[in-house]
């Protein structure tokens, strides 16, 4: 893909970066000619997203298994790309999990699953690339989604981690500012072909009444949250922190409305038959 943005030695770290929208935004920074380094739990993901960064234009590639829930792992992973690529330019941290469910059939371990991975495993992240990252200079993106601030039937879960995550973004914004860190998130709206569309959007009708939803009348794309990512670590957003950035052709001037009420009806009518 052409990039206006070079990041020729510039190392890029992408946290959940082996699959959907995240190994997108690897990609990205890969052809414009970062060090690029990916982790996520599964060894065989982290691989083949390595084999592709090659190929993709990665003036280099390398990848770790970990899980962002255990804050050791990930510390380890932190001091290993650092050992191999020295300190962090840009940090994007993007490890999530989602299922719809309503909260009165989701068990306090589901709910609590969810923000451990999204929630937790944000500020678990944060905190290990902290000693590591480039001073001043560097950009974190946070990955959030609309569920920070819509709510959506379904979804308590997730509205909860994500509104948490964006407030992390906006207090260490203040708190890392001083030393030059940039801290911003990007919040992707529905994204083609991804595995959070699918488990959102599990057949083709309500795809459809979704997609009507969207001000801009389509979905959107991995390349365009992957091109919010590489402007806002770029040089051109020098001054821009703190802010969370929608990606979405404006689903959020709608609202969570017609999709959030399919999604409660589509989980009570599930229910109900089990019952
Ligand atoms: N509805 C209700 N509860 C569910 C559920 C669903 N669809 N899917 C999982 N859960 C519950 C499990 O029953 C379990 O609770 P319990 O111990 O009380 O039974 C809890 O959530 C944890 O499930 P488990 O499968 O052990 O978690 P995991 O750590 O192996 O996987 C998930 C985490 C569930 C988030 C899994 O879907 C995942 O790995 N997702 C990553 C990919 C993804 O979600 N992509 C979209 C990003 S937007
Ligand atoms: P995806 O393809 O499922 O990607 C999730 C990534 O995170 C994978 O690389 C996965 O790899 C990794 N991961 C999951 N749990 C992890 C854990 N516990 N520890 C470490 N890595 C973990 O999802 P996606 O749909 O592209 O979504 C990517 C991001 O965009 C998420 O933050 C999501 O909330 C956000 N988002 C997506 C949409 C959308 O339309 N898809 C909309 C709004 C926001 P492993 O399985 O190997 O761990």
Redesign the pocket.
């Known amino acids: 893909m052409a990039t206006v943005f070079d990041f020729n030695n510039k190392t890029v770290v992408v946290i959940g970066g082996t699959s959907g929208i995240n190994r997108s935004i690897a990609e990205s920074f890969a052809a414009a000619g970062a060090r690029v380094a990916v982790a996520s739990r599964s060894q065989d993901k982290v691989d083949d997203t390595v084999t592709a960064l090659e190929s993709a234009g990665a003036q280099t590639a390398m990848g770790i298994a970990f899980d962002v829930r255990d804050a050791m792992a990930v510390a380890e992973g932190f001091a290993a790309i650092q050992e191999a690529y020295g300190e962090i330019d840009v940090l994007v941290s993007g490890a999530?999990?989602?299922?719809p469910?309503l909260a009165a059939?989701?068990?306090v371990?589901?709910f609590k699953?969810?923000i451990d991975?999204d929630l937790m495993g944000t500020i678990h992240v944060m905190k290990a690339a902290y000693p590591h990252l480039k001073r001043p200079g560097a950009s974190i993106i946070n990955i959030s989604a609309p569920q920070s601030y819509l709510p959506y039937e379904g979804q308590a879960h997730v509205c909860a981690a994500k509104a948490g995550v964006d407030q992390i973004t906006r207090t260490l914004s203040m708190e890392w500012g001083l030393e030059g860190i940039r801290v911003n998130s990007v919040v992707p709206g529905f994204i083609d072909g991804t595995?959070?569309a699918k488990?959102l959007a599990p057949s083709p009708e309500v795809l459809k009444g979704l997609t009507r939803s969207i001000p801009l009348g389509r979905l959107g794309a991995c390349e365009d949250v992957a091109n919010a990512c590489l402007f806002l670590s770029s040089d051109q957003a020098s001054y821009i922190s703190g802010t969370v950035l929608a990606v979405d052709g404006a689903l959020y001037q709608r609202g969570s409305g017609s999709t959030g009420e399919m999604m409660g009806h589509m989980l009570r009518a599930a229910s109900a038959s089990k019952k």
């Open positions: 999530a999990g989602n299922f469910a059939d989701m068990s371990n589901a699953t969810v991975i595995e959070g488990r």
